[in-house]
């Protein structure tokens, strides 16, 4: 049985790009670097979005895909080029007016892990490396790049019990049916 941690009271959901909305792979050609996202995945984060939940993406590297796909899903807090990504944290905490208790984040390697040490509810993806896995409150069924995001995302909402008010909301912008749970 996975530990849930705290996610009923995520406030603030930040991920690192590269392993956990990718699924770890360069698709590297002269000048140009190519990712592939998981179109489930961002439509958890708009669901989290709906939800009231602050997003942010920090990553290690910088590249014009991560860019890009962040500008397309909107609601999104982008730090790139980040060394040090709890302070990144810390500093988004202050912003907020949250405890650490308050936050989730989503690692997938070892240099995820002093910020997931100090989160209120870390998660890894299915593929994270070992030792990620080992200290994770909830280790995803799904991989990094392949509905790991989403997963998480709807386990956050399910322990706040918002995730129907959130799919409804969804649908209720693209004028379907509503959604009522069985």
């Known amino acids: ?23 770890g792979g360069l698709y590297m050609g002269q000048d140009i670097e190519l990712k592939r996202f998981c179109v489930q995945d961002g439509l958890g984060l708009r669901l989290a979005a709906l939800a009231g939940i602050a997003l942010a993406w920090i990553s ?11 500008a397309e899903l909107g609601d999104i807090q982008l730090f790139e080029g980040v060394q040090d990504k709890r302070l990144v ?7 907020l007016n949250l ?13 995820d892990l002093p910020v997931m040490r100090c989160c209120g509810w870390a998660c890894a993806p299915s593929n994270a490396a070992p030792m ?7 280790v995803c069924t799904a991989a990094g790049g392949h509905g ?18 959130a799919i409804n909301d969804y649908l209720t912008m693209y004028r379907a049916e509503p959604f009522t749970a069985m």
């Not at 944290?89 to 912003?95: I, Q």
């Not at 990620?132 to 909830?138: D, G, K, P």
């Open 99 to 111: 405890d650490f208790e308050d936050i989730g984040f989503i690692g997938d390697d070892l240099n």
């Open 60 to 70: 290690g590297r910088e590249s014009v895909a991560v860019r890009g796909r962040a």
């Open 1 to 23: 049985m996975p530990r849930h941690g705290d996610a009923g009271r995520v406030r603030l959901l930040a991920m690192d790009v590269d392993g956990v909305l990718t699924d």
């Open 132 to 138: 990620v896995r080992l200290e994770a409150h909830y």
């Open 148 to 165: 790991a995001v989403r997963e998480a995302c709807e386990l956050i909402l399910g322990a706040q019990r918002t995730l129907d008010r």
């Open 89 to 95: 944290v810390e500093r988004l905490a202050h912003s």
